[in-house]
């Protein structure tokens, strides 16, 4: 308990102080990235892996988001009405989502959110009038909260970083709560919860409201990060991009999907300047962590962190 | 008024007639076997009673009430648990957490997503009760994957009583156990009070028998024969596809 707490506190600390230790505007931004990526995974982790619904189509929720923020903005409502307007969007579009692709589990579920995923992404590509196409919509300027200025990298950092305290929070106390342990069980035995005098539907239905809104607020923050939306975010590769952090980090664990968004932006944006063939590389590691660690990054390290404590002790067989 | 009533159920899965017109009562406190051999619906006939089959027609009522057309989620709330004759539990929790959902599903802290499951004192000591009932408390909270075959039959019965139920439905309780296993099961059955119905499905007669007041004989989807257990086991018809061979 205690090792825990000093590992939280360090964590703490390192991210509290990223700025000041890490070189150049271009790595502050990335931290961003990794930040709200973290948020976008976590969202999906609620379903994917405390579920076990896996979703290919949450990239389309993220970017229905964004893109409500950047058309109410093009439309003259100030940043508040913006991104109220965005949650609202997306999580109508969740329930609406999690309506339909709640018919089914397993494989059907996936097939479900892939083909409304492709078909917002469609919407985003060709409904030109609203979304503006292939061009995208640009934004100008980020909103000030509470009339602070967070146009700088750093201050953009630190004002994702209070978002993602707060998701990393919010999803803490989800998965310690009955209705956390409900889905939980939903996911390992859906018949037994059943006639336990659960509604399985409702449990499911309202783990997908709080993953879309997870969702909406990554795709908010990354909206305001890039000042620029595009159908390319809503693309089928980007719910891959997203679903790859939360298994490669570990599904169904707290700090999977964080160590996961770490990884995939880290290969996607730093390494990719110096390997052309990033993808290639992305694809090697996912391998690499299937083979060694089937579980994930996190559950795989402390499996193996455990074996070797035992071992150095000699209390292993 | 019965505990369970059973009235003209029938069901089909495409030509196969599983349930053909099953009708049958269950005084309330009754302890009832229900045999047959393999196939004869017996499942099925449970999985109509808690509402995972939707039956073709015919009717269930618990204790006069009819709930044919009641969710089968809906079902435990107003009294009715059931065990499964292949364990169902939840392999990577503990058996206290096992137990603690059983006791959650009955009331709506369920919904909650803001309190911390385990710091629900009334919750757990609620749970610890449950298991001290099937004597399992001195390892409550061992893994489940960590547990016996035997142990985890007793989690799946601490689970059904823990929900308090007024009809309790028990497929196939002594199946796969060990001779002192199916003892300490059969004793913890005893102990269960009046107040609870049970209705059992089993093969295994030597236990199962001695526990029985009534006896209800499917064949092919049908009720043969009903009666007390001596008539049952008198009966010819029941030698004929039960016990004959």
Known sequence: MRRHQIALLAAAVALVTLPYWMSGVYYINVASQILFFAVFALGLNIIAGYGGLVSLGHAALFGISAYVVGYLLQHGFGHASAILGALLAGLAATAVYAALALRATGIGFIMITLALGEILWGLAYRWISVTNGDNGINLHGRPQPFGIDINSATAFYYATLIVFVAAVAAVAVFVRSPLGAALMGTRDQPRRMNALGYHVWAIRFWACMFSGLLTSVAGILFVYYTQFISPQTLALTSSAEVLLMVIAGGAGTLLGPIVGAGLVVVVKSVVSGFIERWNFLLGAIFVAIVILMPEGLVPGTVRLWRRAWQGKNGTSP | ?245
């Open chain 2, 1 to 245: 008024m019965s505990a369970l009533t059973v009235n003209n159920l029938r069901k089909s899965f495409g030509g196969l007639h599983v349930t053909r017109n099953v009708t049958f009562e269950v005084a309330p406190g009754e302890r009832r076997l229900i045999i047959g051999p393999n196939g004869a619906g017996k499942t099925t006939l449970f999985n109509l009673i808690t509402g995972e089959l939707t039956p073709d027609s015919g009717s269930i009522a618990l204790f006069g009430e009819d709930i044919t057309r009641v969710p089968s989620c809906r079902r435990p709330h107003l009294g009715m648990a059931r065990t499964y004759q292949i364990i169902t539990l939840f392999p990577h929790d503990t058996i206290l957490h096992n137990v603690s959902l059983a006791l959650l599903g009955l009331t709506p802290m369920r919904w909650n997503p803001l309190i911390n499951m385990r710091r629900q004192r009334h919750l757990q000591e609620q749970a610890h009760e449950a298991l001290r009932r099937v004597g399992l408390a001195d390892i409550a909270e061992r893994p489940l994957a960590q547990t016996s075959y035997g142990e985890r039959r007793r989690v799946e019965i601490a689970m059904a009583l823990a929900q308090n139920p007024r009809l309790l439905l028990l497929d196939e309780p002594f199946a796969g156990l060990s001779i002192d296993e199916r003892q300490d099961v059969r004793q913890l059955l005893m102990t269960i009070p009046r107040d609870v119905t049970i209705v059992m499905i089993e093969h295994n007669m030597d236990v199962a028998l001695e526990f029985a007041e009534r006896i209800t004989l499917l064949h092919f989807g049908e009720v043969i024969v009903e009666g007390t257990r001596a008539e049952v086991v008198a009966d010819p018809r029941t030698r004929e596809v039960y016990l004959g061979h």
